[in-house]
């Protein structure tokens, strides 16, 4: 068997094993083999990151270095539900070679070069964890939880920029939350956020559909879990109405509103003097009142926190101090940011993008001749 042969082994995990239902399955994997597990962007909150094996997220050129340092230098790399896309793999910046790749798929598995059909993960899986070879000698020198240290200027800087909010967030969403995160910098600021333990993360890295947040954190609401909504300005004047459901079902959804001033991410896409980038400005932290909070015949509803905006960071601190008092109310918070100010990974993602297109047109243009 080849993998007698390796040293150092890798799991990669996306988000098809857990729309399989597969997760189960995957840490009893985990727990046999002890691999170091690393998670895409798509797989974010599919393992606690406090797992004794859980050592990052790998987006390629997004990944801390060294995260990319320990996938690359590999020797054999597993990957369970692999899916390529623009934004789960830093911009099409995922350099993994075919040579020491096992794919795990839904209806297939692909060992190097060689597919296999109907050989699907949901059998194979099982199959490997219980015959996985118990004398294999394994030898890993990583660092163990590879999230991007932060260091924040604090004493100088009371702005709010993406560097700090996803840096601090996560001490004010409570274990076992459902994190809801928008389309554009809510969803790639998550990308390298420290993770509270049991927290479930849903985005839309694959589709990219804008605006769906605000509806589907009411959906996802739960007696028993805190939900939170990360969502753009730009994307919540789409389903701003979403609002009035959330007063009206009596929820504790807490959503916090990015205002950068318009599509923060086309304008880093399409340059940002496009004018259809551009959105009206609205009175957001409004919005409850706006849907009928405080009129008398809409007694029965949700019970209303803290609605209001905060530009610098003791006012966002002191906010969200407040959401985890105030467990039993909705609260809405417009948190006001720099226009061109965006997450790191966002930028690295759009300038790998713009570097795979311009090899393509290349490839196009000599191809052509």
Known sequence: MRIRCF????LLIISCAT???????????????????????MAKGDIDERHPQFHGIFSGNCSTESVQKEVYNADLILSVGSMNSDFNTGGFTYRLSQKKAIEFHTYHTKIFSAVYDKVDMRELLPDLTEHWPTNIIRQYNGTQNNIEPVI????HQTEIVHEY????????????????????????????????????????????????????????????RRVFVLVGDGSFQLVCQEISSMLRFKTNIVIILLNNDGYTIEKFIHEPDRAYNNI?????????????????????????????????????????????????KIHFIEVV???????????????????????????HEQSSY
């Open 7 to 10: 040293l150092i082994y890798f």
């Open 19 to 41: 729309r399989h239902g597969m997760m189960g399955k995957v840490l009893r994997f985990i727990e046999r083999t002890q691999l170091p597990v690393y998670l895409t962007p």
């Open 152 to 155: 924040l200027d604090a004493k």
């Open 165 to 224: 909010l996803w840096h601090k967030l996560p001490d004010f969403i409570p274990e076992d939350s459902i994190v809801v995160a928008e389309t554009g910098t809510s969803e790639f600021g998550i990308f390298n956020m420290r993770a509270p333990k049991g927290v479930t993360f849903l985005t839309q890295i694959l589709w990219g559909s804008i605006g769906y947040s605000v509806g589907a954190a009411l959906v996802g609401k739960d007696d028993n």
């Open 280 to 328: 009206q400005m609205w009175r957001y932290h409004n919005s409850f009142e706006y849907f009928g909070d405080g009129l008398k015949q809409n007694r029965d509803q949700a019970i209303t926190g803290f609605a209001g905006q905060v530009k610098t960071r003791e006012e966002f601190e002191k906010a969200m101090a407040r959401v985890l008092n105030e467990t039993e």
């Open 337 to 363: 940011m720099p226009a061109m100010d965006a997450p790191k990974s966002l930028v690295l993602t759009i300038e790998g993008t713009r570097e795979y297109k311009r090899r393509e047109q290349k490839e």
